[in-house]
């Protein structure tokens, strides 16, 4: 794959006046002209929210309408049903009105679709049973313009219907009693690419105001924020001015059911930004709809009752560990696919008729991004004859244009240029792989060269919290508005831990020798350590307890001609003679490293490698886990001097280590059960989690507890049990014995070895 990284508007000078609007701060102006925004008074409004002025609720056509019809039915004690949808935003649109509407009447429900028996959308039977039901008036959310023929069948039984939606227009729209869609506002109206949530929002609004309750609309905020988010709309006009709003609301919630799950999501990770909300709540309420059903977001976000809600955060979190768990093993089946007959492929189509309807989407992206070319996932549906999929592209192949070259052979298919849904008979399948395969080649889709486009190049000496703070004052970011991207050329990485999931965790170094955390998120198997590359990345923030440091996410690694910058330039002194405090207080500015128990070790203030920072000095209280971790440690603190004192060694017999874990799970599931991070378990036994596992292996063998291990390999949930040993107990003794052995040696190792060959050792 050949990379080619420009910088954009490299030579451009940002006018004053854009400048003046960003407080002056050139960055931030460059960030906006980078992403069109070249209007001073827009920039100001975009930085300034107050500035800003917002959508009034009746320019959206039929709002009065709909507003009547419903202030109707709740003045007539009608029955009304909301409508919604099983993502995201179809889930958050649904409890909005459903909180909305609950202040005027308790006679409100609402219908969820199944994903897989009903399908996106309105269903006639569902209607035929609302009607049963006595419901009178429908109110839809983030569906309902394209269904004609339903909504026809709601208005011949009798039916009032509102729809709110923000799909594309079709040619014919439905004969709702009401239409309220963003996209029937002008063309380029600030509102026009609202969410779902957000238009069930305006329609709140504007039925609150009717009440004089208008105020009572900033507790739907949370639930606008998580849609806006969720659903990838353009972070630009009235959805910027909502997200800017509803961001705080959302991390600071009132909702008992965001709290509990932002409980199970916080025990492992932190809720900081838009990114976190993407990639740690959206994935866990699309997971119910997926593997469940959508009713179970719904309830949790509507629910007041704690204990009730807890339990419903765990069944969603759970629901999410076995969606993960399902698409991982999708994923690698695919994999072998496409390493076996469809790497030379221009588009790969892949096809088994297991695969979990609701996973393949995600799938699909995966394979996508691993080898940069549409693909399309097949699986069948229950009634054996309907193949159903999802496509999946990259940025400079428009997989609608391609599908509609080979319609002739789908029963449908809709999406657009980076993703798509189809479906088609089965005996057409090979016909239709034979038909997009030819036209991938026709059009020569595939293409070995990436194109990738940054917004400055930068020295690490540029890069602070200060720094931080700029970029995220330029925020919100998303589509529409992506996240800076900056290049650092000539970089050495000094070290690179690469886990068990190929994850990249590195050490690297500019040519001024300032060195930073980075990791590479899937990056191969292959270590990039020694080498000199040039690096793409955003920079973000690492937290660990409450501890957060500056750290890249690199996006590209670009090898170079160059030389290796020494790691370490520094001495190594020995103090393995000292007691510990006396080792720590040798010299001043030192950073004392420490992994293990915690109350084995005297000195406060000590640091794991996730805490660590330049420093002149650093002394290894305890021996790191691996030579990997000792290397991360001195290459990231540079310090020039390293003690080793190695006073507070780890207890590596099969007994004191079994004792050690044992006690640490005891206190920590008093009430039975107790969620772990496998990467905390791991600092506070001095062992490598693999090491962990093995040891939960035992206790479980010996019938002490029980546990799954999270398919992410990152959390633990753990039970205390008191039952029979089971018959592998032997194997897991053994396993667990030889693992603490080599442990053992490795200390012993570096407990005696020379102080005058640590250097050699840190190479």
């Known amino acids: ?143 309902g313009v394209s269904n004609v023929n339903e909504v026809t069948l709601a208005k011949d ?140 977001p719904v309830d949790l976000l509507l629910i007041r009752e704690a204990k009730a809600a807890d339990e419903l955060a765990r069944r969603i979190n759970s629901l999410n560990e076995e969606r993960k768990r399902v698409q991982e093993q999708i994923i690698k089946e695919a994999v072998e696919l496409v390493e076996n007959y469809k790497k030379l492929k221009s588009i790969m189509v892949l096809y088994n008729e297991y695969w979990h309807h609701g996973i393949i989407g995600i799938a699909a992206g995966k394979v996508c991004e691993t080898y940069r070319k ?103 970011y998303g589509e529409g508005f992506e996240a800076p991207l900056f290049i650092t050329r000539n970089v050495s990485i000094l070290n690179d831990r690469v886990t068990a999931k190929n994850h990249h965790i590195m050490v690297v170094s500019d040519i001024d020798d300032i060195r930073l955390t980075a990791v590479k998120w899937f990056g191969g198997s292959d270590s990039f350590k020694g080498k000199v590359c040039d690096i793409v990345y955003k920079v973000g923030l690492n937290s660990y307890k409450n501890n957060t440091s500056l750290q890249l996410t690199i ?10 910058r020494k790691a370490f330039e520094g001495m190594i002194e020995d103090a393995r003679d000292l007691e510990p405090r006396e080792a720590a207080e040798i010299y001043e500015n030192s950073i004392v490293f420490y992994e293990g128990a915690v109350d084995k070790c005297p ?10 920072k330049k420093a002149d000095n650093l002394v290894f209280l305890s021996i790191p886990v691996n030579s990997n971790v000792f290397r991360e440690a001195v290459y990231l603190v540079n310090p020039k001097r390293v003690i080793l004192n190695f006073s507070i060694l780890s207890d590596y017999s099969l007994k004191g280590f079994v004792l050690e874990l ?33 040891a939960l292996k035992y206790l479980r063998a010996a019938g002490k507890i029980d546990f799954i291990h999270e398919v992410d390999e990152s959390t633990v949930t753990v039970w205390r049990k008191n039952f029979v040993p089971s018959p592998d107990i032997t194997v897991c003794e053994k396993r667990l014995t030889n693992a603490l052995l080599e442990k053992n040696a490795y200390q012993s ?7 005058n060959m640590f250097k050699e050792y840190l190479k």
């Not at 029955?79 to 409890?95: L, Q, R």
């Not at 190792?749 to 102080?755: A, D, Q, S």
Request: glycine share 8%; with cysteine.
């Open 374 to 476: 549409p693909t399309i996932m097949l699986s069948l549906k229950e009634d054996g004859e309907t193949i159903v999929g999802s496509g999946r592209s990259t940025d400079d192949v428009n997989i609608y244009e391609i599908l509609k070259e080979t319609s002739g052979k789908l029963l449908k298919f809709g999406g657009h240029s980076k993703a798509a849904g189809l479906s088609l008979k089965k005996e057409d399948i090979e016909a239709f792989t034979d038909e997009i395969e030819a036209a991938a080649e026709r059009f020569n889709f595939a293409d070995n060269n990436i194109e990738i486009k940054v917004d400055r190049e930068l020295s690490f000496d540029d890069i602070d919290e200060i720094f931080y703070e700029r970029l995220k004052k330029a925020g919100p």
């Open 555 to 564: 996006e590209h690694i670009v090898e170079t001609d160059g030389r290796i």
């Open 603 to 612: 000195i406060e203030g000590s640091r794991n490698r996730m805490q660590l």
């Open 157 to 296: 039984l009798g039916m009032n219907v509102v729809v709110t939606d923000h799909h594309s227009i079709p040619e014919v729209l439905p004969p709702a009693d009401a239409i309220l869609n963003p996209k029937l506002l002008k063309e380029g109206h600030k509102a026009r690419n609202l969410s779902g949530c957000a238009m069930a929002y305006f329609l709140c609004r504007a039925l609150l105001q009717s009440y004089g309750m208008e105020e009572k609309a900033q507790l739907f905020m949370d639930l606008v924020a998580l849609s806006l988010i969720a659903d990838v709309v353009s972070l630009n006009g009235e959805n910027r001015y909502l997200l800017k709003n509803g961001l705080p609301m959302l991390f600071n919630t009132s909702r008992t059911g965001l709290k509990s799950l932002f409980n199970i999501i916080q025990q492992n990770s932190s809720i900081q930004s838009e990114e976190d909300v993407a990639f740690q709540i959206a994935p866990r309420i699309n997971a119910a709809g997926r593997m469940d059903s959508a009713r179970l």
């Open 1 to 143: 794959m050949n990379v080619r990284i420009s910088i954009k508007n490299n030579g451009v000078k940002i006018p004053q006046e854009l400048k003046n609007a960003a407080d002056g701060d050139e960055l931030i102006g460059l960030l906006f002209y980078n992403r069109g925004y070249k209007d001073p008074i827009t920039v100001k409004q975009m930085l300034h929210e107050e500035l800003y002025v917002p959508t009034d609720i009746w320019e959206f056509p039929q709002m009065r309408d709909a507003v009547h019809i419903i202030k109707q039915a709740i003045g007539n004690k009608e029955k009304i049903a909301i409508y919604g949808d099983y993502d995201v935003d179809g889930v958050t649109s649904t409890a909005l009105l459903m909180q909305c509407l609950g202040f005027f009447t308790p006679s409100v429900m609402y219908h969820v679709p199944d994903r897989f028996t009903e399908g996106y959308g309105m269903n006639a039977g569902v209607i035929e049973g609302l009607k049963e039901k006595g419901v009178s008036l429908i109110i839809t959310c983030d569906c």
């Open 662 to 694: 044992f006690g640490i799970l005891k206190r920590s599931t008093a009430a039975g059960e107790g969620l772990f991070e496998l990467y905390d378990l791991a600092l506070l036994l001095g062992v490598e989690e693999e090491i962990v596992i093995a």
């Open 749 to 755: 190792f570096i407990k005696n070895l020379e102080c």
